[in-house]
């Protein structure tokens, strides 16, 4: 029985499929870069690796979770080539360039997933508690927004404006001619909003709305700052109807 030693030699030494040394080289970055986010200094099986980051709440732990699947069979196919060299000096399996091509993925994935700002960076349409109504209603109409970030004469943020808040008022008093945005009740509810940093990578986001689903729980509106502070200036805002854009632009 070969040891990994000699097997790395025969890798080198041999002429060994293109293939099958990008494939290996591939799956041990990931490897490798589940020993650093474990922080491992001794040998634990692939697998182990797998659950222990799923069971704890590192910042790749949903997408892991969402992908152990394709991950532990990536393991699979490698053991595969290097149990075939272990017997005879020979591969059994040689991988194709589509198992190639998505494993490149998911190590880009894992070692660098990218972050909410990537996808929600934009210019977020706020008010200010002493506006008219009426004229921050029609640009809501205009921009087909559902919820609107408010802020009090020193820039500090209140609540968030919503389509319901608004029928709401209407509903008891349907003059907003004159009306305030403070005169409507605004949505202050933690429960319903949440702000996160910038660096949060989307599958974090993805993650929030997801457990909140399970739950049975709401959250509508995650709104992005520097570092997640309420009072720091807005960076994007993603609403839970937005989770489509992230199934959209990560690996499936």
């Known amino acids: 029985m070969a040891t990994k030693k000699e097997i790395k030699k025969y890798l080198i030494d041999v002429n060994t499929p293109e293939p099958i040394m990008k494939f290996l080289a591939l799956f041990n970055q990931i490897d490798k870069y589940f020993d650093k ?52 000096w020979h ?37 200010h508690y002493d506006d008219n109504l009426r004229s921050v209603v029609k640009i809501m109409e205009q921009k087909n ?22 029928l709401s008022r209407l509903a008891n008093n349907n003059d907003i001619m004159w009306a305030k945005v403070g005169d409507v009740r605004f949505i202050t509810d933690n429960n319903y909003m949440r702000f996160i940093s910038k660096k949060v990578n989307v599958y974090e986001v993805d993650k929030i709305f997801a457990e909140k689903k399970e739950n049975n729980e709401q959250i509508w509106i995650l709104l992005i700052t520097e570092n997640g502070h309420r009072n720091e200036p807005l960076l994007g805002i993603i609403s839970a109807w937005d989770t489509a854009m992230i199934d959209n632009s990560v690996v499936h």
Request: net charge positive; charged share 25%; glycine share 2%.
């Open 145 to 166: 927004y559902s919820h609107v970030p408010v802020y009090n004469r020193d820039e500090r943020f209140v609540g968030l404006l919503s389509e319901s808040n608004i």
């Open 37 to 88: 986010i474990l922080w491992l200094d001794v040998f634990l099986p692939y697998n182990e690796k797998i659950k222990r980051i799923i069971k704890w709440n590192y910042y790749i732990s949903w997408f892991v979770k969402l992908h152990q699947f394709q991950l532990k069979y990536f393991w699979e196919i490698r053991n595969q080539i290097t149990h075939g060299i272990q017997i005879d």
């Open 91 to 127: 591969t059994y399996i040689q991988p194709t360039d589509y198992s190639i091509s998505q494993l490149e993925k998911y190590v880009k994935e894992i070692k660098a997933p990218p972050k909410c700002i990537d996808l929600f960076s934009k210019e977020v349409f706020t008010c």
